[in-house]
């Protein structure tokens, strides 16, 4: 997919930020919708396909996290959300609904930039694995991770996972059986410069567990190492 292809929808109901936003994507390639709410959102996706959503989270009627989960109930579209707020737990909340990233306002466009090009290379096919080799099909318990479709399947049936939940599974599958460190795991999947604080590896960790571990309060897969990281173990009892 290249830029020039990338349908981006904001939803912001600053008209001057949604035209602000337009024009400095539209330079860098992308092609750029803005709408005011989700009611215009929801007209919007009827008739067409965006690549990725930028979603505030103070709007009119719907607000931006009910649109985000519900965005996520239908499908895997990237998400990244705004706030004006800028609050941690805001951060932490979009992030726990599905949203791939979150920025608080006001930011600069370079760094959104930045951010969007990061949320959608985890959208193309994996060239390699760090430690799988060029395995196209990576397999635990009765999961199969698919890295061409960028899929995860249990038992055949599909467990719907955003970019960066996918992202994260797919790195530390590569370390299986090695501890993984925070900062290593924020570098693979993020991709830009991040505060030394950020704790959206522990949200992306809790999400994914909910979605794989038979029961997340004595993970299976996804192990908690103390001070240290996470471990992701290939044979996992049964």
């Not at 196209?136 to 061409?148: Q, V």
């Amino acid at each position: 997919m290249t830029e020039h292809h990338t349908r981006i929808l904001v939803v912001d109901d600053d008209a001057a930020l949604r035209a602000l936003l337009g024009d400095y994507l539209a330079r860098e390639g992308f092609v750029v919708v803005g709408v005011g709410n989700g009611v215009a959102m929801d007209d919007w996706l009827a008739g067409h396909e965006a690549d990725l959503v930028i979603l505030d989270l103070m709007l009119p009627g719907e607000d931006g996290l009910t649109l985000a989960r519900r965005l996520r109930a239908q499908g895997d579209l990237p998400i990244i959300m705004l706030s004006a707020r800028g609050d941690d737990v805001d951060r932490i909340v979009g992030l726990e609904v599905g949203a791939d990233d979150y920025m608080p306002k006001p930011f600069n466009p370079r760094e959104l930039l930045a951010r969007i090009r990061a949320v959608l290379r985890r959208r193309a096919p994996a060239e390699s694995t760090e430690a799988s080799g060029s395995a196209d099909l990576l397999a635990f318990g009765p999961y199969r991770l698919d890295l061409n479709l960028r899929e995860l399947r249990r038992d055949g049936e599909l467990v719907v996972l955003t970019g960066g939940e996918f992202d994260l599974l797919r790195v530390l599958i590569a370390h299986a059986d090695r501890v993984v460190d925070r900062d290593h795991l924020l570098d693979q999947i993020k991709g830009y410069e991040r505060s030394p604080f950020d704790r959206s590896i522990d949200v992306q960790i809790a999400r994914l567990r909910a979605k794989i571990e038979p029961d997340t309060k004595h993970p299976r897969y996804i192990r908690t190492v103390w001070g240290k990281g996470y471990i992701f173990t290939s044979a996992a009892e049964a």
